[in-house]
Structure formats: structure tokens, C-alpha cells
């Protein structure tokens, strides 16, 4: 019973976003390896996003050329 709601609770922690879709794609296509550089590649993202936050380089973010990108 324990185990049903803790596999509930991870279903319902990570939904289907954008990046699992990529990963799905790339996944059935081509093979684990480039789904997981797919997963690699997002959070990399996210690490660098979140380091400039750390730094105080947040005020960047809102420049038009920055936004571009993300």
C-alpha cells in the first residue's frame, strides 16, 4: 500500500514537460545515448541558469538578445 503512493507521488512529481517529450523522441528514434545527451544537455542548462542567478547575473536574463534564446 506504502509502495502504490510512493509511485504516485514520483508520477506526480515529474510531469511531461518539454524536455522529457525531446528525450522521448530522440529515445525511440536513436537509442538511449542520445535521449540521455538530450537530458545531460537540459540540465547543464539549468546549472548554468542557476549559477548566474546565484552570481547576481539574473538582471541579464531580461535583456531582448537573452531572451531570444530562452
Not at 512529481?13 to 525511440?28: E, F, H, M, T
Not at 545515448?33 to 536574463?61: N, R, S, T
Request: charged share 10%; glycine share 10%; hydrophobic share 60%.
Amino acid at each position: 500500500m506504502l509502495f502504490s503512493y510512493i509511485l504516485l507521488g514520483l508520477s506526480l512529481s515529474a510531469p511531461i514537460g518539454p524536455i522529457n517529450a525531446a528525450q522521448l523522441d530522440k529515445g525511440v528514434r536513436y537509442g538511449f545515448w542520445h535521449a540521455w545527451l538530450v537530458g545531460v544537455g537540459a540540465m547543464c542548462a539549468d546549472a548554468l541558469f542557476m549559477l548566474m542567478i546565484y552570481l547576481g547575473l539574473a538582471q541579464y536574463v531580461e535583456l531582448p538578445l537573452v531572451k531570444t534564446f530562452l
